[in-house]
């Protein structure tokens, strides 16, 4: 039997339990084996059904936190939308339930867009962003009915003017000239980022867009960064928004940080929600319509990657070393994201060591976790690393010729895959060229 409650999920002495419990899903628990539960369903169950590296997705949180944004949103500014960005976790099954929570998406590229498509997403609800769009996707995105195009500089204007051939609603992205508090990597809505159009650039191709007949200019976009832990930069985002002019949309991105570390403040999405609003109210047209575009906020803290403890090394530290790796856990070294892991087999034992949480690829740099305290890990353990919901399966690959994880749904009880592990005759398929 699972303890799902907050109030009864226990926080053993001689662990950091009772603080973890707000990272992991929220749909988490501990069985009567002390071991990890999401949805319901015992992670040892599913890294034996479905093997390791596993992503494990609270689907029940993951809905919880769509409907929040949406209702939350639409609470406080009537005329608004909620759009998804997929580039958070970009799957068949993601685009289909954010749809259905009444979400409407946003798409960065080709892929996305044919993904979306597949999971059925209505393609009036998808917003096509991007700096280097290539003519191939533009065309694309106009055959199927596109909703929205962010415009992000004038060459794209030349190609649009060259495909178009019925009315297509554009929004335009603008350098706001905030300097996000986050990771560089990060940032995009500093002066110097490469997203978008300073502002005086940016009236310029406004009054191209709303001389030309088939282009019907909507408003403005900005995105100031991800993972931000404070409100305050939003609503100065929202601010500098206004000084584009009047106009009937504004788009003022996503970004809203999210809980990774013991140690971190993130806001809440009620707290966020009010920042933005309470700067549109007091800068935008009461009348215009107002969006946002959470991502890493709706999905991170829904998901958990399960590994498999290979091996343990004592030597100038504690290593222990799982099947997996920056193969699929790239934001570590990409963005220097702390994150917090814990024997999921062994939730209640005192943690006893402080490891290095290692990876499987040739690479000093592959470190899950600096310094991750547990009990005393022995081969075949399980691991799981908390509120990996966002990036990790987006940013995959196959170093060291690893293989994609699979992906599953949780919820009550019930596991279903959503996304297959990718297998070594797929990871051939592509060079059936040289192989004859």
């Known amino acids: 039997m699972s303890i799902n409650a907050p109030a009864h999920q226990p926080s053993p002495e001689g662990t950091r339990l009772g ?22 369903v015992s992670v040892a169950e599913l890294a034996e059904k479905y093997g390791t590296p596993l992503h494990v997705i609270d689907e029940t949180g993951l809905r919880r936190q769509a409907r929040s944004f949406a209702e939350g949103l639409k609470e406080r500014w009537p005329n608004s939308e909620v759009l998804y960005a997929s580039k958070s976790l970009p799957i068949v099954e993601m685009y289909r339930v954010a749809q259905q929570e009444g979400l409407a998406i946003d798409v960065a590229g080709g892929g996305e867009l044919r993904m979306a498509l597949a999971a059925g997403v209505d393609p009036r609800l998808l917003h096509f962003h991007g700096n280097a769009k290539t003519d191939a996707e533009l065309a694309h995105a106009l055959e199927v009915g596109i909703g929205v195009i962010i415009v992000d500089n004038e060459d794209e204007l030349d190609r649009l003017e060259q495909l178009l051939t019925r009315p297509q609603r554009l929004l335009l992205r603008v350098i706001p000239g905030v300097d996000a508090v986050t990771h560089a990597s990060q940032a995009t809505g500093g002066d110097r980022s490469k997203f978008g159009l300073p502002m005086d650039q940016a009236l310029r191709a406004i009054d191209r ?25 939003f609503a100065e985002a929202v601010e500098k928004l206004a000084t584009a002019g009047r106009f009937k949309t504004y788009d003022v991105g996503g970004g809203l940080g999210v809980k990774y570390t013991y140690d971190d403040d993130a806001p809440t999405v009620e707290a966020y929600l009010d920042a933005i609003v309470a700067a549109a109210k007091e800068h935008l047209p009461a009348d215009a319509k107002l969006m946002i575009e959470p991502g890493r906020s709706v999905v991170a803290r829904a998901g958990i990657t399960l590994y498999r403890v290979v091996s343990v090394k004592h030597t100038g530290d504690v290593f222990v070393a799982v099947d997996g790796g920056m193969a699929d856990m790239l934001d570590v ?45 022995r081969p075949g353990d399980l691991v799981a690393i908390a509120t990996t919901g966002a990036y990790s399966y ?16 949780v919820a009550d009880g019930e596991a279903r895959l959503v996304v297959r592990r990718e297998s070594y005759e797929d990871l051939l398929a592509l060079h059936a060229p040289a192989i004859g």
Not at 19 to 37: H, K
């Open 394 to 409: 987006t940013l995959a690959n196959n170093y060291n010729g690893a293989l994609k994880p699979a992906i599953v749904f």
């Open 19 to 40: 603080e973890l419990w707000s990272i992991l899903p929220e749909q988490s628990g501990c069985d009567e084996a002390g071991v990890l539960t999401v949805g319901g």
């Open 333 to 377: 070294a990409l963005t220097d994201q702390r994150f917090e892991a814990v024997l999921a087999n062994r939730l209640a034992e005192p943690w006893e060591e402080t490891v290095q949480l290692v990876g499987r690829q040739c690479e000093s740099g592959d470190l899950l976790v600096d310094g991750a305290p547990m009990p005393a890990a």
């Open 209 to 233: 867009m709303q001389a030309h007949p088939l282009m019907d200019f909507e408003g403005v976009h900005l995105h100031i960064g991800s993972q931000i832990l404070g409100t305050s930069q």
